[in-house]
């Protein structure tokens, strides 16, 4: 039986990104990197303190999993290996994608990096991103009788 | 104003050529999400509704001597709510995929990740007894190992020198 590799994760990229370019607002211009090898789906969720994230990442351990905030942009980054030594020659359908992942968001809102926390359940990683709390409210500026 | 028109021809005709390349090359794992209004959840079923209908379930089916492995990401399911039957040489996996974080007011910026009823199938490369067969569940990956039956191992046991 011919095995042929069909990567489907990078074409759903190709075609996300197309969308994205088509739905402005949120920036997500740079969210998949070139040299990555695979980009998980994520839910991205604003509420009034917060933002939480959930990125399907299944097949990849906690401690491969790479998550950064610099300068407003946040970036999930790792790699998956294969769970196990099999014989090449026995793969009859091979759709999955190794190797290293990232996806890259720049927020809206300022976020304390300090604060953010991540937990990982059955292959979904959620993200809670707390907003930096100073801009929380909007600036009042009273003008004085002079 | 006919700048516009041209580039929303041409945003348009990279949309179809991005789903007709994602059709002919990844249909397979390319799976239909039935959005169930079962959820009754304020919040959660908007969220189900906007997320999208069609969603990637990469498989992997590997065979060894006496045994086919399959492996299927499905990310944020619980391991007893999956369903696997075997007829034949077809597998079928499906389930339901549901929201299980709590809900919270907001709004959602991003929703890729795909959420309802599913059902993949996949042909096995040899037949199966399903009577011994196992499945787990980490890390997203259901994982069936699948030993195969007597019959089709007598049909491969190699016939050497005397």
């Known amino acids: ?146 | 104003m006919t700048s516009l028109r041209q580039n929303i021809d041409r945003a348009w005709a990279q949309v179809q050529a991005g789903w007709n390349n994602l059709v002919s090359n990844a249909s397979n794992a390319l799976t239909r999400f039935i959005h169930k209004d079962e959820e009754n959840r304020s919040g959660i079923r908007e969220l189900v509704r906007s997320t999208p209908e069609w969603g990637l379930l990469s498989a992997e089916v590997h065979e060894s001597g006496d045994t086919v492995t399959v492996r299927l990401e499905v990310p944020g399911m619980e391991a007893d709510k999956f369903d696997i039957e075997v007829d034949e040489r077809i597998l079928t996996v499906s389930g339901h995929k549901r929201v299980s974080h709590e809900h919270r007011e907001g709004r959602y910026h991003i929703t890729e990740c795909a959420y309802g009823e599913f059902e993949r199938r996949l042909p096995l490369p040899a037949e199966v007894d399903s009577k011994h067969a196992s499945a787990s569940y980490k890390r997203g990956i259901l994982t069936l190992t699948l030993p195969k039956s007597e019959r089709e191992k007598v049909r491969r046991i190699p016939v050497g020198n005397a």
């Open chain 1, 1 to 146: 039986m011919a095995l042929i590799r069909t990567n489907p994760w990078s074409l759903l990229d190709e075609f996300n990104r197309e969308f994205s370019r088509m739905r402005p607002g949120f920036a997500d211009d740079e969210s998949r990197v070139v040299g990555s090898n695979w980009a998980p789906a994520v839910d991205i969720k604003e509420e009034q303190d917060r933002f939480v994230i959930h990125a399907d990442i299944p097949g990849v351990s906690p401690e491969d999993i790479d998550i950064s905030m610099e300068k407003g942009v946040l970036t999930i980054k790792g790699e998956r290996k294969h769970e196990a030594e099999e014989n090449k020659e026995g793969f009859h359908r091979i759709e999955r994608s190794f190797g290293t992942f990232m996806r890259r968001f720049s927020l809206p809102e300022n976020v304390d990096a300090d604060k953010i926390s991540a937990s990982s359940k059955d292959g979904v990683v959620e993200l809670v991103l707390p907003k930096a709390a100073h801009d929380n409210q909007p600036k009042k500026i009273s003008v004085n009788n002079g």
